[in-house]
């Protein structure tokens, strides 16, 4: 007898989770594959963040650490967000969470009934819709176009606004696009959202200093803006400690008290040597990463040069992160390799088992036009990838 939830049974699987493990079966059998599915850097941790976990150890941090984070850490994110993003918290509104999913799930946990929507401009992060519904709240996807860079427009968001709409949620640098929302284009949003004062603002900045164009803009830099916006952060992507599990966020008190009374019922604290390492990897120089900053934009530039070679392939020029999401939807209703490709699930699937390359299909973010293609690997294996894709193409 099946006595599983109804909630985890209406629950999709992580799509960028998915193929990895594909991907990993595949490997198993002997197949070469090159992974382009995972957002995770090719990079190593640097030594001066090893060294402060070395040490936390040899400190003995072993002991269950507040649910919120250590003060310390608290005082380095306050310092990072001061320095970076010109925003002034105090450590009431920090929480420390295990990565900044969990942050994002503590946040609608405390935020939404059943009922509520959430605005979610597509392209979206994968798991925005899945959460949002396991807190019985109403994902409401607004399609952006390539032609815009996946940007959300004052008037689409004006136009998605409801009596029941709670949250938006976006990210920038976005996941999966790339696209970077500049100060401007923020503040056009913003002069929408001050005409419904009760709407909360999530910006998700994860990406933050893989950032291509320059300043980074927040949505609580707007004065008007700032104690209605929860800003997420972490260091899985720019300081390569994606295992290392440590988000944070930067809100309105009452949401960071809430979050961490749901925290503290769920996971309680954080990781100990982790947390006591992000506050080094915090309080070091941005400067620090920048060769992986580097590294990533070449990248960029090198799979675009490739990809512009394939004329079905639509791009745009992502400005951060680490992925590209072109339109692949010239091959919906073809046959390729006596296989039917109806949709981007069916096109990516095919790129896995003919090409041996590993992409995430849009669907999984709102757009069932686009594949998504990580460029965090080596540019030998970017090159091999595109030739491959090419040549299962032809």
């Not at 959202?193 to 910006?203: C, E, Q």
Request: aromatic share 10%.
């Amino acid at each position: 007898m099946n006595q599983l939830s109804d909630r985890v049974l209406g629950m999709s699987t992580s799509a960028t989770l998915a193929m990895a493990a594909k991907t990993r079966e595949l490997k198993a059998e002997g197949k070469d594959i090159i992974g382009l599915s995972l957002g995770e850097p090719d990079f190593n941790i640097p030594d001066y963040i090893k060294e402060a976990a070395k040490k936390a150890i040899d400190e003995n941090y072993s002991s269950y650490s507040p649910v919120d984070g250590y003060v310390e850490l608290k005082q380095a994110i306050i310092h990072k967000f001061k320095r970076d993003n010109g925003l002034t918290y105090t450590p009431s509104q920090i929480v420390v969470s295990t990565g900044a999913k969990q942050s994002l799930a503590n946040v609608a946990a405390v935020m939404l009934n059943k009922g509520d929507e959430v605005i979610l401009p597509c392209p979206y992060w994968v798991s925005y819709s899945d959460i949002v519904k396991l807190n019985e709240g109403v994902p409401v996807e607004v399609q952006t176009s390539i032609e815009n860079d996946f940007k959300l427009t004052p008037a689409q968001l004006e136009a998605a606004i409801t009596p029941k709409t709670k949250m938006i949620w976006y990210s920038s640098p976005c996941n999966p696009s790339g696209s970077v929302y500049s100060k401007e284009e923020l503040r056009a949003l913003a002069d929408v959202l001050k005409k419904y004062p009760n709407i909360v603002v999530v910006s998700d900045e994860i990406y933050e200093h893989i950032n291509f164009v320059g300043d980074h803009a927040s949505m609580a830099q707007f004065e008007d803006m700032f104690d209605r916006t929860v800003t997420v952060n972490g260091v899985s992507k720019a300081f390569a400690m994606t295992g290392w599990r440590i988000g944070y966020i930067g809100a309105p008190e009452y949401i960071a008290r809430a979050c961490n009374k749901m925290q503290g019922q769920i996971t309680s604290g954080a990781n100990s040597i982790a947390q006591r390492a992000t506050i080094t990897a915090l309080n070091e120089s941005p400067d620090r990463i920048q060769f992986m900053v580097d590294k990533f934009k070449s990248r960029r530039d090198l799979i675009l040069q490739l990809l512009n070679d394939i004329p079905t392939f639509k791009n745009n020029v992502p400005e951060g992160a680490f992925y590209v999401f072109p339109d692949v939807s010239y091959y919906f209703g073809k046959t390729l390799r006596g296989r039917l490709i109806k949709t981007a699930d069916d096109f990516s699937m095919y790129l896995l088992e003919e090409a041996l390359v590993a992409t995430v299909t849009g669907e999984a973010f709102g757009n069932p036009n686009c594949i998504r293609l990580s460029y965090a690997a080596s540019e030998e294996q970017i090159i091999e990838a595109v030739k491959r894709i090419k040549e299962s193409l032809n």
